[in-house]
Structures are given as C-alpha cells and as structure tokens.
C-alpha cells in the first residue's frame, strides 16, 4: 500500500473519500521546503550545521470533506508543524524554529466561485489532480517567517543585556567627562 500523502486525486475524490492522512515525514522528504532550509544554513561554517537537520519530523494531520450539502465544495483541514534549523538574522548563529501551520482551505477548480466560507482560505487548484504532501509543503513555506531570529533575548548574542555590553563600548566624550570631574574638584 503507497502513501497517501504522496498520492493524486482530484479534490473531490479526497473530499468525498472523507480522507484523513496522518503526517509523519522527514523534513528532507519535502525538496523545496529542504532546499529553502539548506540555502539558509550555507552562510554558516559547516561546523555549525547539524548532520541531521534533514531528518527532522513533519507530523500533523491532513482531513478532507465537503463543506457543503451537495458535495460540491472540497475542503481540507490541514495541521502541520516541524522544527526546522534556521539561521538568526541578528546574531548569524543556528537555532531551532518551530514551524507550525493550521489551516481550512477550499479547494476549487478555477471556474468556481463561493461566497460565505469566509473562515476559509480558497485555493484555485491549476491542475484537478492534487498531491497532499505538496499542499502541507507550500503551507510550511509560506509559514517561514521573512527573516528568522531568536524570540528570546537571552538566546540571541545581539540582544545581550545593555549592562555587558555597555562595558565595552567607549563614547566619544569619556575624555571629556574626565576632564570636566578634574576642573570641579
């Protein structure tokens, strides 16, 4: 038996199947996603790249169905999240970004319209058949933030607290101050 996440249906025929596909792939499972990841970390030593970054896990949770009565309106509720390596754009040092995605799409062929769905997203499908695994791949990418940084202060080089790095910075009118402290005195 393949592996439905990397099957082709149409839309309706995932819809009307009421498929659930469980996710559970490595991250190098996924080239564009993999390749986006692979440019980011080049900028660093090849010391500071994990061996295993491709062999991250992408798990979640892919449903199918119609939203309406009629079996005309494919939907997919799709959940998916993956802690991929990324480079801080502050510091320049690897960390872990976690990568989460959870969205409801409608499905449509370019000729539909729908009106009403509004806690969905429409995706005008340009071909009738559809691969899971290319769906979860394009809502990872768009889930990579512009630029990737620490959240915490403490674990970002560049956000050090002010006290250290206030020691080692000189300001143009120390001498100055000095100066001005010997004149009162």
């Not at 990418?141 to 002010?162: G, Q």
Request: charged share 30%.
């Amino acid at each position: 038996m393949g592996n439905p996440l990397r099957d082709r249906r149409t839309a309706a025929k995932w819809a009307a199947a009421g498929q659930v596909i469980e996710i559970n792939e490595k991250l190098g499972d996924f080239e564009r996603l993999a390749a986006i990841v692979e440019t980011d970390l080049a900028v660093l030593e090849a010391g500071n790249i994990r061996a295993d970054w491709r062999e991250q896990r992408v798990r979640g949770e892919l449903r199918f169905g119609f939203v309406d009565a009629r079996g005309s309106l494919p939907a997919l509720v799709c959940r998916a999240a993956v802690t991929v390596d990324a480079v801080c754009q502050r510091c320049l040092e690897a960390f872990q970004l976690p990568l989460e995605t959870e969205d409801k799409l409608l499905l449509l062929g370019a000729e539909q319209t729908v009106e009403g769905y509004n806690e969905y997203e429409v995706w005008e499908l340009e071909e009738a058949m559809l691969c899971p695994a290319d769906i979860v791949e394009e809502l990872l990418v768009m889930a990579l933030p512009f630029s990737a940084m620490h959240t915490e202060v403490a674990a970002c080089r560049a956000l050090s607290p002010r006290g250290e790095a206030a020691l080692d910075v000189t300001t143009p009118f120390a001498a100055l101050r000095e100066q001005m402290a010997e004149d009162n005195n």
